[in-house]
Each structure stands twice: as structure tokens, then as C-alpha cells.
């Protein structure tokens, strides 16, 4: 059973930073996308970036400006998205998923949460400006 465990959300104060973690189980790692997407209230779902622990590659969306860098300890299965920075707007709950790891998906990952097949329950991100 494939299992993804978000954690590392919180209430922080705009300027501040958090890292969220994704923790994997029952799915090979390498063989995977691993995407970050947050939802707003009242927004629709958005990828915030992906990455693709087979070559090291990452996708950010153009709002992340720099602000988030995501990476992976493929020992541990976890997936990693350092947040900077942070601003009111980022108030969100951020969810990891995953994907089979395609050329099509690492290059459209971030607009593909529909086809993303394993999705983590979320972590809280709240940010008081």
C-alpha cells in the first residue's frame, strides 16, 4: 500500500520559513514524480513544484520566485519543500502526490494534479502578515 505523509506545517509569520516533509511508502522512489501542490480557501488546486528523484530534476511555478526549493533524502523516502520567505498568500494546505516518472510528467507535472495516482492528506501552512 502506497502511503505519503505530509508534515511540517504550521502558523508562522510573513518573512518567516517552514520546511514541509513528504514521507513515501510502498512505492520505489526512483520510478516516481513527487509533486507539491497547495490548495487555498476558496482557490482551486495549484502545483507548487515537482521533482524527479531519478535525475535530480525540479519544476517550480512562477509564483514561487525563488522563495521554495524542494529536494529529496532518497535513503529516507521523503521528499522535502523548503519555504521562505513566506507571505500571506502561501496560506494554504500543501499536499505531495506522486506519479510514475514519464518525460511527459516531469515536464507537466505541475498542471497535471488530476493525473497524479498517490496524494498525501496534507499539512496546514498558516501565515500571519
Known amino acids: 500500500e502506497v502511503q505519503l505523509v505530509e508534515s511540517g506545517g504550521g502558523l508562522v509569520q510573513a518573512g518567516g520559513s517552514l520546511r514541509l516533509s513528504c514521507a513515501a511508502s510502498?512505492?520505489?522512489?526512483?520510478?516516481?514524480?513527487i509533486g507539491w501542490f497547495r490548495q487555498a480557501p476558496g482557490k482551486e488546486r495549484e502545483g507548487v513544484s515537482c521533482?524527479?528523484?531519478?535525475?535530480?530534476?525540479?519544476y517550480y511555478a512562477d509564483f514561487v520566485e525563488g522563495r521554495f526549493t524542494t529536494s529529496t533524502d532518497n535513503a529516507k523516502n521523503t521528499v522535502y519543500l523548503q519555504i521562505n520567505g513566506l507571505k500571506a498568500e502561501d496560506t494554504a494546505v500543501y499536499y505531495c502526490a506522486a506519479e510514475q516518472n514519464t518525460a511527459f510528467m516531469r515536464l507537466n507535472c505541475l498542471d497535471s494534479y488530476d493525473d497524479m495516482d498517490y496524494w498525501g492528506e496534507g499539512t496546514l501552512v498558516s501565515v500571519s502578515s
Open positions: 510502498g512505492l520505489t522512489f526512483d520510478d516516481h514524480v
Open positions: 521533482i524527479s528523484s531519478s535525475d535530480g530534476s525540479t
